[in-house]
C-alpha cells in the first residue's frame, strides 16, 4: 500500500495537520468570497460553481460565469480552492480554477467522471454516495490513479430512518477508513447533519475520531443564500467553530489550518 506524502502537486496535506474547507454552497458573487477572505482570513475555500439540485427549478450555480469570477479573484488573492465538478466539460472548466476536484455525493458512481479526472493532475475530494457502503466508497476513489496519495475522502452523512436530520453522519466510517487504510479522511458535518446548531459538535467529534479535516458551509447573510440557506452559517459562527477547533486540535497532536 502507498502511503499519502502529505503534498499532492501544489496541494499539502500533513498528518499533523487538521485542515478546515468553508465556503458558501453555491457561489454568488464576488463579493460574497471577497467578504469570506477578508473577514476570516481563510486559505481554504469551498464553493459550488456548478450545482447538482433536486429540483430542476433551483438555483443551478453560476457555471461559465463562475469560473471568470474565480479567475478574477485568484488575480488578487492567494486562496486553495475547491468545487464540485459534475461532468467532462466542467472538469475542463473547473481545471483553470480549483486547486483540488470535489466529486459530490450524486456521482460517486459516476466511473467515467471520476476516470476523466485522471487527466488532471489535482487532487479529489470524494464524498461519500448516500447510500454507499465503505467498500463502494473505496473502489470508487481507486478509479482515480494513485488513490491513496491523491484522493480525500469526505464523509457527508448517508440516508437513515431518522427525519430529525438531514443525514446521519457516520463516523464510525471516519474510525474504520483511519485504522485500515492510508487515505486522508475529512468530514462535512454541515451536509451531514443539515443544522446548524449541529455543526459545532460534529465539528469536534470529528477532529475526536481521527479525521483529517472538515468542510463547513457559511454565507455572509446565510438567509439570503440560493442554496442549503438552512445549514449554512454566518462568517461569525464559522470564526467560533475554527477557534474552537484551534483550541482542540493539540489535545489530538493537530495544528488547525484554514
Ligand atoms: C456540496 O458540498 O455542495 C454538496 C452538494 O455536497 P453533497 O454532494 O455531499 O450533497
Ligand atoms: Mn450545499
Redesign the pocket.
Known sequence: MSCWTGQYKDVQLLDNEFIIFSGP?SLESQQQVETQLSELNTNFVRA?IYK?RTEASSFQGLRSDGIELIKNLKKKYSFQFVS?VVSDSSAEALSKVVDYF?V???NMYNYELLKTLNSYNKPVIL?RGFSATIKEWISAANYIDDAENRVILCE?GVRSFEGSYRNMLDLNAVAYLKAHTNFKVIV?PS?GTGRKELILPLAKASLAVGADGIMIEAHPSPKDALSDKEQALNHQELKNIIDEMKILSPLFGKKVVY
Do not use: F, M, S, V
Open positions: 454552497c459550488g447538482l464540485e470535489q459530490g455525493t450524486r464524498k457527508r462535512d451536509h
